[in-house]
């Protein structure tokens, strides 16, 4: 007989995320995802001007902080037929490379690392094997017994004090966890540098952006001005700043993320056959090196794979009717046609119906609607999408770059290319391409840097800034690969106004409930079989659902005129 248990919410992730999940024997026979706040975005926007777009879709996420933002500008760009110049188009793709660099790192140490690493058991670490093993991985220089001693120090007066601040509420001591104590003291060293290290990566943000989270977008190009010799502007004083914390991103990435990475990794191999899922992967491209209307040339390529036949990688098409669909049988929303209709984004309706129990409740009634996240599908098929599918694609695709760090892996590792389909795969796919966009990032860098230096300091295209300009009528649809996956926001313009606004966002495709057909979306699928040592710490669980990067949701406040709350509207993110 199976047991039903419930993990809500599920913590280290941003937002709310609540799953149930059967288990059988020790192990998960089913499973049901469940976002448990609403998104509004879209109605926010109807009737907008579609160039303020990105400064509402910004603060979809807090954590995502930039991503939505650029979609946003590139499908107002693309409605209205507008070209940014190089310089934009490279400041953008830096804004997003160092987001990838600040985003996986965070996510590695503070919101996935403790899944695997012991906290409480590095206490037990000798400072001197510690310091060793460290030096044996990399050339880190913070690497010294005293170094590691002093970690113990701080972190025991947390334990002795029984309050254990931000570790607080693991499973500390769990049969689950395997790494040696002088591991884990490592990893947790890593946090706390990691802590540090990433309110300085933002920095490129602010002087990109004007500030960080949210920085400042702008259709038809960047809002920011180049000028080597004005204080006031991007001058040379801050794109040297931006060139070190780049370089400092890339050896931290190097030097401290990967060795950490595979270390934790070598004594995990077993999750190289646990929480596959799907075996579908979602990529739709970015970072482009030949303008953004050129999909072909572009550092993310974009494709599809399914059933794990990485021989295969089928084309992807944004703007056909029956690629991308949303439906909403097991979702709080009601479509005009009927629940079992798909819509297309540029026809996507986003109407709330929630028909669920009332709170408080036991369980969800998985029979019906469950959750608030509406299924996407890409031709019908339920679709991972993320750091994963990036590096299988581009490595399907027999791109270089892909290859080499990935086969440099595997041997590492000494695992076959089987065991990328897997939580441990996801884990690891997302600290290779960190890599690669610390690479690529220095390449846009250098462009930027020599464009300037022939004279170019063109930063916006505004010839068809003014309204006047616009037909009656508009579609466009913009896309990016977020840190979490595949992002595209499409929108209809109607007399200059926005409207439609549709985003399907990362964690919609992953975390989505089952659709029509019965078929389970990534996370659903991902926890089949997973292995469930004690049902009331669920370890597992959180290693398989961490290692996608929920981002659910933030919230949207409201006020009238007089500035007083009226309501708060929260908003599923990517």
């Not at 540090?196 to 920085?215: C, L, M, R, S, T």
């Not at 505004?462 to 616009?470: A, L, N, P, S």
Request: contains cysteine; proline residues 5%; charged residues 25%.
């Amino acid at each position: 007989m199976s047991k039903r248990i419930v993990v809500d919410p599920i913590t280290r992730i941003e937002g709310h995320l609540r799953l149930e999940v059967d288990i059988e024997n020790g192990k998960i026979k089913d499973a049901f995802s469940s976002g448990t706040m609403v998104r509004l975005i879209e109605e926010i926007l109807k009737g907008r001007d579609p160039r303020d777009a990105w400064a509402f879709v910004g603060r979809v996420c807090g954590v995502c902080t930039s991503v939505h933002s650029l979609t946003s500008v590139r499908a107002v760009e693309d409605a209205l037929d507008i070209v940014i110049p190089p310089n934009a188009e490279l400041v953008r793709n830096i804004m997003h490379c160092s987001q990838y660099m600040h985003d996986h790192v965070v996510h590695f140490y503070h919101l996935h690392a403790m899944d695997w690493v012991d906290v409480v058991n590095a206490l037990k670490a000798d400072p001197k094997k510690t310091s060793e093993l460290a030096q044996s991985l990399s050339n880190w220089p913070k690497s010294s017994p005293g170094y590691f001693s002093d970690i113990q120090a701080r972190i025991g007066k947390f334990v002795n004090s029984g309050q254990l601040g931000i570790f607080a509420n693991g499973y500390w001591g769990h049969s689950a966890y395997k790494l040696p104590a002088e591991v884990n003291l490592i990893g947790l060293a890593h946090y706390l540098e990691a802590l540090e290290w990433q309110k300085e990566i933002v920095k490129v943000h602010a002087i990109f952006g004007g500030k960080n989270p949210h920085p400042n977008f702008l259709v038809g190009g960047m809002a920011c001005a180049i000028g080597v010799d004005d204080v006031s502007g991007i001058n040379a004083e801050r794109l040297a700043m931006v060139g070190r914390l780049l370089v400092e991103g890339k050896n931290f990435i190097e030097q401290v993320y990967i060795p950490d990475l595979m270390a934790i990794a070598s004594f995990y191999k077993d999750w190289g056959a646990i929480g596959g899922g799907l075996g579908n992967y979602l990529v739709y491209g970015d970072l482009p090196t030949n303008g953004f209307r050129d999909g072909t040339k572009m550092k993310f390529t974009s494709g599809a794979i399914l059933n794990r036949d990485i021989s295969k990688v089928y084309d992807v098409d944004l703007r056909h009717d029956e690629e991308v669909q949303e439906f909403v049988t097991h979702s709080w929303y009601e479509y005009a046609g009927g629940d079992g209709v798909g819509l297309h984004p540029w026809k996507g309706e986003t109407k709330m119906n929630y028909t669920g129990p009332k709170p408080p409740f036991e369980h969800l009634d998985v029979d019906n609607k469950y959750s608030y996240l509406k299924t996407p599908r890409w031709k019908g098929n339920a679709m991972e999408v993320g750091p994963l599918a990036r590096v299988l694609v581009g490595y399907a695709r027999g791109r270089e770059e892909y290859k080499a760090v990935v086969d440099k892996a595997l041997k590492d590792l000494n695992v076959p290319v089987t065991a990328l389909f897997s939580t441990l795969g996801r884990t690891a796919a997302r600290g290779l391409e960190s890599v690669l966009a610390s690479q690529w990032v220095l390449e846009f860098y250098d462009q930027l840097i020599t464009n300037i230096r022939n004279g170019d300091t063109r930063m916006a295209e505004m010839g068809k800034f003014d309204r006047d300009t616009w037909p009656k009528q508009a579609v466009g649809v913009g896309y990016s690969e977020a840190p979490r996956g595949a992002l595209a926001h499409w929108i209809n313009i109607e007399d200059q106004k926005i409207a439609n606004y549709q985003l399907v966002v990362p964690t919609t495709w992953n975390a989505s409930p089952r659709d029509g057909k019965g078929q389970m979306s990534a996370y659903e699928s991902s926890l089949i079989d997973t292995p469930v040592a004690d049902e009331k710490q669920p370890l597992e669980i959180l290693r398989t659902i961490h290692s996608f990067d929920p981002c659910m949701a933030c919230a949207v406040h409201l006020y009238d005129e007089k500035g007083d709350t009226i309501g708060r509207v929260s908003v599923v993110g990517d």
